[in-house]
């Protein structure tokens, strides 16, 4: 027997107020440190680029101080060597953290894709019901579930606010699923049993998700720093390697290429914008 048309309001009226609660709480924590826009699939691709480039400038980086580590007859070769073990540190860290953080990171999307198809999936059995009050609860809770999940993605320190809010959500939907037909009771149980079983991996997986998301933001200047050592002590090996009017020589074609890019840079680039400003005017003008 179906529950009473009283026990099938009063669930839907709580689902709602465990909505409230959840949008209220990621609401409030975005406020306070707004979520970056960047998407987790955003994130993977450039950590697992910056992880090749990171491993590759770490060979080049040991290459160099194979060849450099014997010569300390002057200054420059000390700094030489010391920008040669800086960048090695960078690359190795950088590249160790890209990797890692991309691992962790393609963990939790998968569990958020799953959380997702669940969700898709109990919508799809709503479908299946004539339109009433419960089905409308169900999909607007439905809705807020599938929009709050990135506040505790984001800030781990919510998890330990909505945990029993999420468990109390998802009793709240299977209480008025209980109140609905066998059909969609049954079709839905199995997405209900997924959503719950990702939400709870989410939940353990928070500190792994952080570190991903922290290499995400901190990797990419590790590498820039890595390059920069790189490219200073590129520099600086190729100066004490070669006689002064050698590297002269070479530093000033180099600035002169530079400055000749910029003046052919900013006059064409002042050609472009007053040939915008003032329009050709029409043959029939």
Not at 80 to 100: E, H, P, S, Y
Not at 221 to 240: D, N, P, R
């Amino acid at each position: 027997m179906l529950p009473s048309t009283n026990d099938a309001s009063d669930a839907s009226q709580n689902l709602t107020k465990l909505g409230s609660r959840l949008s209220s709480a990621a609401r409030d924590a975005t406020n306070r440190s707004p979520i970056r826009a960047m998407q987790l699939p955003q994130r993977i691709e450039p950590l697992n680029s910056l992880a090749l480039i990171a491993i590759f400038f770490a060979g080049v980086q040991a290459q160099t101080i194979s060849a450099s580590l014997n010569q300390t007859d002057t200054a420059l070769n000390v700094v030489t060597n010391c920008l040669a073990f800086a960048g090695l540190f960078f690359d190795v860290l950088g590249g160790n953290w890209a990797i890692v953080g991309s691992i962790q990171l393609q963990s939790t999307h998968a569990l958020l894709s799953e959380r997702k198809t669940a969700i898709s999936e109990l919508r799809e059995a709503l479908k299946k019901v004539q339109s009433d009050s419960r089905q409308l609860a169900l999909l607007n809770h439905l809705h807020i579930l599938d929009k709050t999940i990135l506040a505790p993605i984001y800030h781990p320190q919510l998890w330990k606010e909505l945990c029993e809010t999420f468990q109390q959500s998802t009793e709240g939907m299977e209480r008025v699923l209980r109140t609905m037909d066998d059909a969609v009771q049954i079709s839905a149980a199995y997405s209900i049993a997924d959503y719950r079983d990702a939400t709870r991996a989410l939940k353990r997986y928070a500190s792994q998700t952080s570190l991903g998301i922290a290499a995400s933001i901190a990797v990419p200047s590790i590498v820039i720093a890595g390059l920069a050592c790189f490219a200073a002590g590129a520099s600086c090996l190729a100066v004490s390697s070669q006689p002064t009017a050698v590297w002269a020589t070479s530093f000033g074609v180099v600035a002169a290429t530079i400055l000749l890019f910029s003046i052919v840079f900013v006059a064409t680039h002042s050609g472009y914008t007053l040939h915008r400003s003032y329009p050709r005017k029409r043959e029939w003008d």
